[in-house]
């Protein structure tokens, strides 16, 4: 697989909707995201997000290009852990043209979609963008803890809250 970029995926979701008149509205949450961040060297071979709109479509036009994605209506079902409550409310549009639309989780929220799913991969993204946006492990358990709220009572949460505790620890410790 080749990696993907976020300017090929823009081209390529341009060309999606001058061939089907399907307009995209993308919440881009893995490693795209993180280019979207300024991690330009974050390698990824996947479109992962939050799709507003018709799914089918876009899935088969994506394949047909050999590019993988993983999309959805609701990241928050995701997961057990849901998302912190107004999530989408928060988002920014990181690009914008007629038929298009990207765009990312505000950074404490992308942190936690990282956090819900506990990889190495997914705290290192974490880090980077809590560095780079000066999240506070205040600020990330203040969100965990309205994410947990907002959950269905499982062990799972145990073990986030783990996650988010060993986190905000190694960020207190830097």
């Not at 994605?69 to 995701?78: H, K, V």
Request: net charge negative; hydrophobic share 40%.
């Amino acid at each position: 697989m080749q990696p993907l970029t976020l300017n090929q995926i823009v081209q390529d979701l341009a060309e999606y909707y001058r061939q089907t008149g399907n307009a995209v509205d993308l919440l881009l949450i893995g490693g795209l995201a993180l280019q979207a961040y300024g991690y330009a060297e974050r390698v990824t071979i996947d479109v992962d997000g939050e799709l507003v709109g018709e799914l089918d479509p876009l899935m088969t036009f994506l394949q047909q290009r050999q590019i993988p994605a993983d999309l959805g209506e609701n990241i928050s079902g995701w997961s057990i852990v849901a998302m912190p409550p107004g999530y989408r409310e928060r988002t920014s549009v990181w690009y914008e043209e007629p038929g298009m639309r990207l765009r990312l989780l505000a950074p404490v929220d992308f942190i936690l979609a990282k956090l819900r799913r506990g990889t190495d991969q997914d705290l290192d993204d974490a880090e980077y963008v809590a560095t780079q946006y000066e999240v506070s492990p205040a600020v990330v358990q203040a969100s965990a803890d309205s994410a947990i709220k907002a959950s269905p009572q499982d062990t799972a949460l145990f073990l986030f809250k783990k996650t988010v505790e060993n986190f905000c620890q190694r960020k207190i410790s830097e």
